[in-house]
């Protein structure tokens, strides 16, 4: 069994930053990648950014130049640093991880319970 515990989110106005932190912990071998996703309400969950256990990270096109996205593989946990925070960043933002249990198991996803990012004045 894998936990993705993600905190950091809350209300900020334009313009702000927050930072957001999901860490992974149970059964875990290897991550390949770990990432965020957002929902915002009655819309799709959106690539927010992702990372690979090496380092190469991609970004959805509303977030690209605001936000980065980090690691520390050793406490295989995940960042987002969100600066210039626009209203439209507000949603639940989801945490993710592909990543095996054991070294002959597949890659499996991982989900965490999402935190609330709300850009409001």
């Known amino acids: 069994q894998v936990q993705l515990v993600e905190s950091g989110g809350g209300l900020v106005q334009p313009g702000g930053s927050l930072r957001l932190s999901c860490a992974a912990s149970g059964s875990i071998f290897s991550i390949n990648y770990m990432g965020w996703y957002r929902q915002a309400p009655g819309k799709q969950r959106d690539l927010v950014a992702t990372i690979t256990s090496g380092g190469s990270a991609s970004y959805g096109d509303a977030v690209k130049g605001r936000f980065t996205i980090s690691t520390d593989n050793a406490k295989n946990t995940v960042y987002l640093q969100m600066n210039d925070l626009k209203p439209e960043d507000t949603a639940v933002y989801f945490c993710?991880?592909?990543?095996?249990?054991?070294?002959?198991?597949?890659?499996?996803?991982?989900w965490g319970q999402g935190t609330q990012v709300t850009v409001s004045a």
């Open positions: 993710h991880a592909a990543l095996r249990n054991t070294r002959r198991e597949p890659v499996r996803s991982y």
